[in-house]
C-alpha cells in the first residue's frame, strides 16, 4: 500500500502506480526527482522512498507508528547510489508525493542537536574556519551535521573523553540502519549544501563534537 497527501483532504492510502498528481503536486515531483538523482548520482547517497507525517499522522496509515515520516515505504526499494536521472524517475515515479530520505552509517553519520543550538553552533565553528559536511534543519526542530560514518558507535567514547558524558545533553547520532529526511521533504532546508568534498569526505564526528556539547550544554543552562 502506499499513499497520497492531499490539500485539506488528509491522507488516503493508495496501491503504487495508482498516483493521482495536480499541477503542484507534479511540480514538487519534479523537485524530488532532481534532488534524488542529484544525490545518488553526484554525492554517491542511497536514497529511501518514506513516508511523510502530517497533522500528526503518519502517511503508513498505522496507529502505533514510532516513527511518523521518518520511516521507509515498506513496498518500495531504495534508489541505490550511482542511479542515473532516468532510473530515478522511473523508481520515483511509483511514490510520487514520498519524503526523501538517507540511510546513515554508509557514507555519512549524523550529528543531531535541537535547531537554536545547532545554528549557533555552526556560526562558531564557521568562524573558527573548522571543516564542516552539509548540515541541514528539519520540521521537527532538529539540526542534522553530516559527519563520516562511524560516529554512532564512538559518540559514547568521545563524549567521555572530552568530559561531556554525564552533562545531559541533548546532542545523539542516530544508529546505523537510520534514517533522516533530506530536501526537498516537507520543510527541511540546507544550511550548508552538499558539494563534491563534503558530500564524500565528511569530517570526523570528533573535530566538531567538542564545540556541539559545548553549545548545547549553554543552551540547556
Same mark, same amino acid.
Given at each position: 500500500?502506499?499513499?497520497?497527501?492531499?490539500?485539506?483532504?488528509?491522507?488516503?492510502?493508495?496501491?503504487?502506480?495508482?498516483?493521482?498528481?495536480?499541477?503542484?503536486?507534479?511540480?514538487?515531483?519534479?523537485?524530488?526527482?532532481?534532488?534524488?538523482?542529484?544525490?545518488?548520482?553526484?554525492?554517491?547517497?542511497?536514497?529511501?522512498?518514506?513516508?511523510?507525517?502530517?497533522?500528526?499522522?503518519?502517511?503508513?496509515?498505522?496507529?502505533?507508528?514510532?516513527?511518523?515520516?521518518?520511516? #521507509? /515505504? !515498506?513496498?518500495?526499494?531504495?534508489? =541505490? +547510489? $550511482?542511479? @542515473?536521472?532516468?532510473? %530515478?524517475?522511473?523508481?520515483? &515515479?511509483?511514490?510520487?508525493?514520498?519524503?526523501?530520505?538517507?540511510?546513515?552509517?554508509?557514507?555519512?553519520?549524523?550529528?543531531?542537536?535541537?535547531?537554536?543550538?545547532?545554528?549557533?553552533?555552526?556560526?562558531?565553528?564557521?568562524?573558527?574556519?573548522? #571543516? /564542516? !559536511?552539509?548540515?541541514?534543519?528539519? =520540521? +521537527? $526542530?532538529? @539540526?542534522?551535521?553530516? %559527519?563520516?560514518?562511524?560516529? &554512532?558507535?564512538?559518540?559514547?567514547?568521545?563524549?567521555?573523553?572530552?568530559?561531556?558524558?554525564?552533562?545531559?545533553?541533548?546532542?545523539?547520532?542516530?544508529?546505523?540502519?537510520?534514517?533522516?529526511?533530506?530536501?526537498?521533504?516537507?520543510?527541511?532546508?540546507? /544550511?550548508?549544501?552538499?558539494?563534491?568534498?563534503? +558530500?564524500?569526505?565528511?569530517?570526523?564526528?570528533?573535530?566538531?563534537?567538542?564545540?556541539?556539547?559545548?553549545?548545547?550544554?549553554?543552551?540547556?543552562?
Amino acid at each position: 500500500m502506499g499513499f497520497t497527501i492531499g490539500g485539506g483532504r488528509g491522507i488516503r492510502e493508495t496501491r503504487p502506480g495508482s498516483w493521482r498528481l495536480g499541477r503542484s503536486a507534479r511540480s514538487t515531483r519534479t523537485s524530488e526527482v532532481t534532488a534524488v538523482a542529484e544525490y545518488t548520482g553526484l554525492w554517491g547517497w542511497d536514497v529511501a522512498p518514506g513516508a511523510r507525517e502530517l497533522n500528526g499522522q503518519c502517511s503508513c496509515g498505522s496507529s502505533a507508528c514510532t516513527s511518523p515520516g521518518a520511516h #521507509p /515505504l !515498506g513496498f518500495m526499494p531504495e534508489v =541505490p +547510489a $550511482g542511479a @542515473t536521472l532516468d532510473e %530515478v524517475t522511473k523508481a520515483w &515515479s511509483q511514490c510520487p508525493g514520498a519524503a526523501v530520505l538517507l540511510p546513515v552509517g554508509r557514507t555519512f553519520d549524523v550529528l543531531d542537536v535541537a535547531a537554536p543550538a545547532g545554528r549557533r553552533a555552526l556560526v562558531r565553528l564557521e568562524r573558527m574556519g573548522m #571543516p /564542516l !559536511g552539509p548540515v541541514s534543519s528539519t =520540521p +521537527a $526542530g532538529r @539540526t542534522h551535521f553530516y %559527519v563520516a560514518p562511524g560516529a &554512532s558507535a564512538e559518540l559514547p567514547r568521545l563524549l567521555y573523553r572530552m568530559g561531556w558524558d554525564d552533562a545531559g545533553l541533548d546532542l545523539r547520532c542516530p544508529p546505523r540502519g537510520g534514517h533522516v529526511p533530506a530536501p526537498p521533504s516537507g520543510e527541511v532546508h540546507w /544550511l550548508r549544501p552538499p558539494s563534491l568534498d563534503t +558530500a564524500t569526505r565528511p569530517p570526523e564526528a570528533r573535530l566538531l563534537l567538542g564545540t556541539l556539547a559545548y553549545i548545547c550544554h549553554r543552551s540547556a543552562a
